[in-house]
């Protein structure tokens, strides 16, 4: 489970077995999680975060798009 970044409580990181789907990261903070496709950056589902915390982590992963593109790549090729 590779991680991208950490931030606010937030954890960004892959599973390294979805490299057939279209690049996503996954999301988790105190005990709930989401996962977000990337290109466009958009919520596919959560579970037990509040909205407010949905947003903060979609304006996350815009702020470290690049990085997390990056990654995706280092971890599932192109």
Do not use: C, T
């Amino acid at each position: 489970m590779p991680e991208v970044f950490r931030k606010f409580g937030f954890v960004f990181f892959f599973y390294s077995n979805e490299g057939q789907e279209p690049m996503h990261v996954h999301v988790r903070k105190a005990g709930g999680f989401a996962k977000f496709w990337m290109e466009p950056v958009e919520l596919d589902f959560s579970q037990g975060l509040k909205v407010q915390d949905i947003k903060q982590a979609q304006d996350l992963i815009i702020e470290h798009f690049n990085l997390i593109k990056d990654k995706w790549h280092e971890v599932h090729g192109s």
